[in-house]
């Protein structure tokens, strides 16, 4: 069996990039990370994520990508605006009249993500 160390973004801006994140999960950055570094460590999620500097942009759709939900009582469409403040945009609404359904969003760099009903939300 192996562990999933990791989830690792490429990226022009990693100390700003894990900066968004961090407000999104309420992660913690690597305590040694600095401003200009080329590799960034968000710490505390299940998984960690890492933030590494690439020179050329996003160009086509993520092959992977994040799955997320509330937590804490939160629910999907609370968790969409908050995100939205933080930065991020709503890419593609997938929710159906009878609360199914996703919202694919994009971080300030781009990458998509979706935003899914937690489980406390589905009962």
């Not at 309420?26 to 933030?51: I, S």
């Not at 929710?95 to 694919?104: A, C, E, I, L, M």
Request: hydrophobic share 35%; glycine share 8%.
């Amino acid at each position: 069996m192996i562990d999933v160390h990791c989830v690792t973004f490429d990226c022009a801006q990693p100390y700003e990039l894990a900066t968004f994140w961090r407000d999104a999960t309420g992660g913690e950055l690597h305590p040694e990370t600095e401003k200009n570094d080329d590799e960034v460590l968000l710490q505390g999620g299940r998984v960690d994520l890492l933030f590494i500097k690439v020179p050329e942009g996003k160009t086509v759709k993520n092959r992977v990508h994040l799955d997320l939900t509330g937590s804490a009582g939160t629910t999907r469409e609370e968790e969409v605006e908050r995100l939205a403040e933080l930065g991020a945009t709503i890419f593609e609404d997938h929710r159906n009249p009878d609360g199914s359904g996703w919202v694919t969003m994009l971080d300030p760099e781009g990458n998509e993500f979706c935003v899914c009903r937690a489980e406390y939300e589905r009962v």
